[in-house]
């Protein structure tokens, strides 16, 4: 099983940054393609970007493209959400997720941070 804490959430303006924290333990992340959702009030949630696990290749939703970045530190098992140009429809709780090799969906979560841009 692999655990995950999020952490950097907080309150910022709008068109400022952020930088979330995810870090993982019990099984290296080298293994596990990983994500960050999201969810605003009212709303589904959304995966944001994920990183493939075989070659760290990296997708984002429209909504975020061009201004959040997601990488990640196997060595440290670490994964991180860069968040930039921050709008208030940016505000939400943001999750990592894990998902295993072979696996058709994320199958760990973290407990969420909470991001919220003020305007």
């Known amino acids: 099983q692999v655990h995950l804490v999020e952490s950097g959430g907080g309150l910022v303006q709008a068109g400022g940054s952020l930088r979330l924290s995810c870090a993982a333990s019990?099984?290296?992340?080298?293994?596990?393609?990983m994500a960050w959702f999201r969810r605003s009030p009212g709303n589904e949630r959304q995966i944001i970007a994920s990183?493939?696990?075989?070659?760290?290749?990296?997708a984002y939703a429209d909504s975020v493209k061009g201004r959040f970045t997601i990488s990640r530190e196997n060595a440290k098992n670490m994964l991180y959400l860069q968040m930039n140009s921050m709008k208030p429809e940016d505000t939400a709780m943001y999750y990592c997720?894990?998902?295993?090799?072979?696996?058709?969906?994320?199958?760990?979560w973290g407990q969420g941070t909470q991001v919220t841009v003020s305007s």
């Open positions: 997720a894990a998902r295993a090799i072979g696996a058709s969906e994320f199958d760990y």
């Open positions: 019990g099984h290296t992340l080298s293994s596990y393609s």
């Open positions: 990183s493939r696990w075989s070659d760290s290749s990296t």
